[in-house]
């Protein structure tokens, strides 16, 4: 892809030679973080290590540079929250790329304008199992004590209740990974439904 060459002008040396390592990798197309670290972990020596790590970050942008078409074209290129496109729409991690359990799977993906991918990342806005929008009362009382709420209520009236799903069940948000999303944000249990 043209967006790797400079990466790669700067790190390919390293891939070559690499025959062993490589026909592993291709076992990473579809694997979570706790399987890229065990092929990591198990390297047997600094360079098969450099190399492996190397491979991961190959795939890892592989496979980023497939999520996030997916999961735009699923949402029509339009944010899940707000309806608009104008071309500021990003795909969103539902389980943060952080967590083991994350995948890069459009049933792990949201369509988010900027300002709700922000306030959901940050763990102000969540999406339920139900995709009802929550607003999280512990992060607006952290707004309100470092007096940053401004415009807060017309966010807030602004959301709808349910975000705009998918057409197509099979790339709809699973309820489980909306549930993970929210723990992994640190939302009140009680909060999670």
């Known amino acids: 892809a043209p967006d790797s060459l400079l990466w790669y002008v700067e790190n390919g040396l390293s891939l070559h030679?690499?025959?062993?390592?490589?026909?592993?990798?291709?076992?990473?197309?579809m694997a979570?973080?706790?399987?890229e670290r065990s092929f990591l972990d198990s390297s047997k020596n600094d360079i098969q290590a450099a190399r492996r790590y190397?491979?991961?970050?190959?795939?890892r942008a592989?496979?980023?540079?497939?999520?996030?078409?997916?999961?735009?074209?699923?949402?029509?290129?339009?944010?899940?929250?707000?309806?608009?496109?104008?071309?500021?729409?990003d795909a969103a991690h539902i389980i943060?790329?952080?967590?083991?359990?994350?995948?890069?799977?459009?049933?792990?993906g949201l369509a988010l304008c900027r300002l709700h991918h922000a306030a959901y990342d940050n763990g102000l806005l969540g999406v339920q199992s139900d995709y009802s929008i929550a607003i999280n009362p512990q992060y607006l009382e952290r707004l309100k004590s470092l007096k940053l709420e401004d415009g807060f209520e017309e966010f807030k009236s602004s959301l709808p209740d349910k975000i705009i799903v998918p057409v197509e069940r099979e790339v709809r948000p699973s309820p489980k990974n909306l549930i993970i999303g929210l723990r992994a944000r640190h939302w009140p249990e009680e909060l999670i439904k």
């Open 96 to 108: 943060p790329v952080s967590c083991p359990e994350s995948t890069d799977e459009v049933t792990n």
């Open 17 to 29: 030679n690499a025959d062993e390592d490589a026909q592993e990798v291709s076992n990473l197309a």
């Open 32 to 35: 979570c973080s706790a399987e």
């Open 54 to 59: 190397d491979l991961v970050q190959t795939m």
């Open 62 to 89: 592989y496979r980023d540079a497939r999520f996030q078409p997916a999961v735009l074209r699923a949402y029509r290129y339009r944010c899940a929250v707000c309806g608009w496109a104008m071309k500021l729409v």
